[in-house]
């Protein structure tokens, strides 16, 4: 059976060890790609919902989310230059707005906002691991371990603020036929 800190220790000694860069595969690539392109709709998304909602909590939640997707998408644009990988087009940004001229009818609640945030966090995190588990190179895996950190971090701050303000989607919950009655 593997041991982590042995599996861990290996990835670390590749670091040091001079292990020959071999160029991207195409796995590895599209996954750079795609994540980037994910990220940089996500930073247009919560630009939407910093300009559309007038809750607090929410608006710090999108700024932080917004901060932790521009500082992804940099991070991975400048090591995709530097790997000669094309960018993918990126939408442009959005401009300010006052929420209060939005017609309600136009605009989303704020709980479709924060589920939209946690929809966006959930499809990064599975980006990652995807993109991870094709991964060879070490450099690539590293980004990608940071990248699921900082995500599923995030998604914790995320999830606590959807339970606090009952915008929290839970499924219907599950009792077997036959269970007994819990009181």
Known sequence: MSNPFE????????LVDDEPKNPLHVGEVTGVWTYLAVINEAIRYEEIGLNTTT????????????????SQSQRLSDFMQKEGIPLPP??????????????LGSKLTDDEIANGVSLKIATAA??????????????????????YT???????????LLRKRGWLKV?????????????
């Open 7 to 14: 599996a861990a220790w290996n990835t670390l000694k590749t």
């Open 55 to 70: 809750d607090n909590d929410l608006k710090e939640l999108l700024k932080d989310a917004k901060k932790l997707c521009e």
């Open 90 to 103: 990126s939408p442009p940004k959005k401009p300010i707005s006052d929420s209060n001229e939005i017609p």
């Open 126 to 147: 599975v980006e990652c691991a995807m993109a991870n588990s094709q991964t060879i190179r070490t450099d690539v895996g590293i980004i990608w371990t940071e990248f």
């Open 150 to 160: 900082e995500m599923l971090t995030f998604g914790a701050t995320t999830k606590t």
């Open 171 to 183: 499924p219907p919950y599950y009792s077997p036929p036959g269970l007994p009655k819990q009181n």
